[in-house]
Each structure stands twice: as C-alpha cells, then as structure tokens.
C-alpha cells in the first residue's frame, strides 16, 4: 500500500492570485489577446480544461495591474464568491483577484492537483474568512494541510482510474454537443430554409403565439422552505443553474417529496415538457426527462397532443436571444411574465409536418438522454471513488483498470 504524507499545498506548488485591469481604460481590454479567467467562467463550466472566458486583456492590461500570467497546467481555484470553482489551465492564462491558482511543482501531477483540491474543497472554504462574503487568502491558501502520496505513481495511478471517467463524461458531452448540433441544423433546413418544401413555406402554416402550442404554460413556483418534509424525494424540482449545459434537465440539485410535489400538484409537468428560463438568466431551454417541478424564474410548455416537443425545444432555442431581450424592459434584471412569454410570436407548421419531423430527430434526442443518463451513473462513480482514493483510504493498486 502506498505511503502518504502531509504536507502545505505551498510545498506542491505556486500559489498565485489575480487582479482585475481597469474597466474604464479601454485599452486594457479593445483586441486583447491574454485569456483572463473569472469565477462567472467557471460557474457553468463542465470540463477539467481551460482555454479562455468570456473576455480577454491585452499587454497593457496585464502591465496594469497585479494579475499574472499563468503557464499551462496551472490549476485554478475560485478563492470567494464562491470558494471551490476548479479549472487546469489549457494554455497560458491568468485571473482575476477571484482566485488562488496553484502553479504545481515538478514533483506534482496537474491533474492530480486538480483531483486533490476538489476533493479539499469543503475544507478549503470552511477557512475562509468575511463578512460581506467569505474569501481564501493567499496565506490562508499556502498553509492549508494537504495528504499526497510520496511517490508519483501513485499519482499517476489515482489519476488513471478518476481521469478515465472524466474522459467517458466529456466525451459523452461532446457527442450530445454533435447531436444537438445536427437537430439544429435539421430544423433550420425544415422550418426556416424550408428545404424539403421546395424552398417555400407551406400554405396550411400559419402564424401563431406560444399559447397556441401550449396544452398549458406553467410558471412554476417554490413549495415552502419552512417545511423540511417537502424536499429530499425522488422528484427533480429545476432551477436555472439545472438547466445550462445539457439538452434535458437530469440533474438537479434539490428534489422533492411527494408530499412537496402534492402540495402545488398543478405545477408537476408531464415528460418532454419544455422548460424557458424567463428571469435573470433568460433563454434557456431544457426539455424534462420525467416527471418534475420547476421554481417561479421557469415558464414550461406543455405542448399540446399534436405538437413536436422537439420542435417546441429547437424553436426556443431559436428564441433565446428574443426572450432576454423581450424581458429586460428597461431594467438589468431579465423578468418575462407567463403572459408575455405565451404572446411571443411562432410559425406553426401542420400536424403532417409535425409528425415527420418527430420521427426524423426523435432518435437523436433518445441517444442523447441515454448519453446524459450514463453520465449521471459515472459522475456518482467518480463522486464516490474520489474520496477514497485522495484520502488512501482506497489502495488504487487494487483496481483492475
């Protein structure tokens, strides 16, 4: 059995914090080239790898200020609002002040390191100090006691078992990615290039709202808090942060009883139910794999018997950009009603139409569901694996890869 040992994350690697150049000098930022990372990147984001965020600097923004460029492999990790985000950098990065990177050492694998901070995580942030938020400082980051194995096999090993799971997960997300893709693509050559009507739109489609594609539209609501009983069951209760990065949303964070459920039992939605985010973070579109509830930022649609809930869902997507715009009024805070939502304007094809069209890309989305369903089993997996094996508990010369 391997020999583990204690040791100051500073005795592993580098740690490097962030800054953030002047947003009132355009220069800092017009055609920057330099990837600069911040917690919001990592908020939605599902892979071990980073290339870039959301926005660059260039050399005189870097010059300007106290954040430093990362070299490739270095891992990131989130050190406030919140604590625990964790990315390796793809290629040379650096962050804002939202952040203790670790540079690792030549005796410390990148990944592994990555491994063995997620796995500190709740440690990690239980020493964070603050009043408006809690915050990791870089001393604070440094001193933090740590257990690794003594030598790097063991290393590479541990990395072997939980890296080939992850590369499954990816992999599997990737394909979702191709497939979605080629759903897009077959609604934009059948509903907007019309490509297999001759390139015109048929006489029997008409223009209609959402409401005319609706069974029902639900704005879902939030059983009480107060009441322990209602949560905790087998029925996903979705939420907005559920919903990014997937096609159906599988995966939530809070569940809810039968009882919860039965307490607001007009909110539940029916399979293949359209969800929208319509507050905040509008325009995003999930379909539900079973039965579930949502909270009040989701409107869902219903479709009705004779209306594709795939071209329902491709038809939001299309819609995104529209809906964020429809619901900011004015105001920083995306808020679009049920009663708006349902008045947004849509082409309706026939029934006919409808049909063929379920039959074509209804077995791309049951390949995709099947690929997010095996996703869920290998992320409770490594979930369960990456405990036992950071902490030695597991001899990882013991399973047969």
């Known amino acids: 059995m391997a020999e583990w040992i204690e040791c100051k994350i500073s005795d592993i690697g580098t740690v490097v914090g962030g800054a953030t150049p002047s947003t009132k000098k355009p220069e800092n930022y017009e055609n920057g080239t330099i990837a600069w990372i911040t917690p919001k990147d990592l908020s939605t984001f599902s892979r071990r790898y980073i290339q870039h965020g959301e926005r660059k600097i260039t050399e005189a923004g870097l010059r300007s200020c106290s954040t430093q460029l990362l070299p490739k492999n270095t891992v990131l990790f989130s050190s406030r609002a919140p604590i625990g985000y964790v990315a390796i950098a793809a290629n040379d990065v650096c962050t804002n002040q939202g952040f203790k990177s670790v540079i690792p050492n030549e005796n410390t694998n990148p990944l592994f390191l990555y491994y063995l901070l997620k796995y500190n995580k709740d440690k990690i942030e239980g020493m964070g100090s603050g009043t ?39 992999l599997n997300n990737e394909i ?34 959402i409401d005319d594609l609706a069974k029902d539209i639900v704005c ?70 079973v039965p579930s509830q949502t909270n009040q ?69 049951e390949l995709i569901l099947l690929n997010q369903k095996e996703n869920n089993r290998l992320s409770n997996l490594r979930d369960t694996l990456l405990p036992k094996l950071m902490s030695g508990e597991l001899d990882v010369s013991n399973i047969d890869l």
Not at 147 to 165: F, H, R, W, Y
Not at 181 to 206: G, H, Y
């Open 132 to 170: 408006t938020f809690k915050e990791v400082s870089g001393n604070t980051m440094k001193n933090i006691v740590v257990s690794v194995p003594k030598d790097m096999e063991t290393q590479k090993q541990i990395i072997a078992v939980l890296g080939s799971i992850d590369d499954k997960i990816e």
């Open 297 to 365: 930022q989701i409107n869902s649609i219903i479709p009705k018997n004779t209306v594709s809930p795939y071209y329902v869902y491709l038809l939001m997507k299309t819609l995104s950009e529209i809906i964020n715009k429809l619901g900011q009024s004015g105001s920083t805070i995306v808020n679009l009603n049920k009663a708006q939502f349902g008045k947004i304007e849509v082409v309706i094809p026939s029934t006919k139409v409808m049909l063929e069209f379920t039959e074509l890309v209804k077995p791309i989305f």
């Open 220 to 289: 879902g609501k939030t059983p009480s808090t107060k009441k322990e009983e209602y949560y905790g069951g087998y029925i996903p209760f979705i939420t907005i942060p559920d919903m990014h990065n997937c096609v159906y949303s599988l995966n939530t964070a809070r569940s809810l009883s039968t009882l919860g459920a039965e307490s607001q039992s007009k909110k539940t939605l029916p399979v293949n139910s359209v969800c929208v985010s319509c507050i905040g973070t509008a325009g995003l579109v999930t379909l539900v794999p």
């Open 176 to 209: 979702n990615n191709n497939l979605e893709q080629q759903a897009k693509t077959l609604f934009k050559s059948w509903f907007v290039d019309c490509e297999p009507f001759n390139s015109k739109q048929p006489d029997d489609w008409i223009l209609g709202t």
